[in-house]
């Protein structure tokens, strides 16, 4: 519970994958008043944030008075938008703008915005859902906002939906991510938000500055020998390669199949510096073990 001096942060996207740990981290430190943003305040989510003691509020990303009363009064904000919503980079920079010209208007004092890098700028490869975020980034600097840059790796959330293994006709599980033989990071967005909360706890060392947020990184054939050897099933690497993964042709999948091509190019993730901010942080041991029952439900196990 905060404490009447407590400093106020406003969290965007409250009810998500990001935004749902960092506002939960915050609200645990009494020197802290959360004000969680979802467009639907009466949500079970929404409902489960008021019970852990933060304000929830309702604001339109694309309306910037909106934006300027859930800042209001705010010293802190954590921001991230959300490209795979509308597929529109150009809707996702102006929301992200939108939110920084609140926080100029509003003299927030610490903005941590979730970014991601500029695929296209720095290795010629188009990343919608990077490349604006990256936009943004930028516009946040030229506004002269106090603020750092947080880049999450690979959701390892991802493995209980749109990336988890598929049931092969030998009854093994193929885990499809076209990574070859490049290790990769993952980020358990649960354990990120006490990252940020740590953030938030020193300005000075962390304003201006980026933090990379990963858990661990690990092969492809790596992680699959872990999930056998815990889950119990055999989990195999069919060595998908961007290419397959673009012609599946769901909404996004080129998108995805270049973020994997960027990705092998080698990004710039900290899991050492993620597990000072956050001792608690899982290994990948354990996080497959603590999550053993969920991960075999969602895949149909």
């Known amino acids: 519970m905060a404490d009447k001096s407590a400093r106020i942060v406003v969290v965007f996207g409250a009810t998500g994958t990001q935004g749902g740990p960092v506002a939960k981290a915050l609200a645990g430190d009494p020197q802290y008043k959360v004000r969680a943003v979802t467009r639907n305040p009466g949500s079970a989510k929404g409902k489960a944030l008021s019970q852990i003691g933060c304000e929830v509020v309702k604001a339109d990303i694309d309306d910037v008075a909106s934006l300027k009363s859930a800042l209001s009064g705010a010293y802190g904000c954590f921001a991230v938008t959300n490209w795979w919503e509308y597929f529109d980079k150009e809707k996702e920079i102006q929301q992200g703008k939108n939110i920084a010209d609140a926080c100029a208007d509003c003299g927030v004092k610490h903005l941590v915005f979730s970014s991601l890098d500029a695929a296209e700028k720095l290795k010629g490869i188009s990343v919608a859902h990077f490349d604006g975020k990256a936009v943004i980034e930028e516009y946040m600097k030229a506004k002269g906002i ?9 959701y390892a959330e ?18 499809g991510i076209p990574m070859g033989d ?12 006490e990252c ?8 000075r060392e962390w304003t201006g500055k980026s933090l990379g947020l990963a858990s661990w990184i690990y092969t492809i054939d790596q992680y699959c020998d872990m999930f056998s050897k815990i889950l119990g099933v ?25 973020m994997f ?25 354990q996080w497959v073990t603590a999550n053993k029952e969920a991960l075999l439900k969602a895949w149909n196990v």
């Open 146 to 154: 106090p603020h750092t840059v947080v880049r999450y790796a690979f």
């Open 158 to 175: 991802n493995l209980f939906g749109i990336m988890k293994p598929q049931k092969t006709q030998d009854g093994n599980f193929a885990l």
């Open 182 to 193: 490049v290790p990769m990071h993952m980020i358990v967005c649960a354990d990120a938000g």
């Open 196 to 203: 940020i909360h740590q953030l938030f706890n020193n300005p």
């Open 234 to 258: 055999t989990v195999v690497n069919p060595k998908m390669t961007a290419e397959q993964m673009a012609g599946f042709g769901f909404p996004g999948a080129n998108d995805l199949a270049n």
């Open 261 to 285: 091509r960027f990705y092998q190019c080698g990004i710039d993730r900290n899991p050492e510096e993620c597990k000072r901010l956050n001792p608690k942080m899982a290994t990948l041991e």
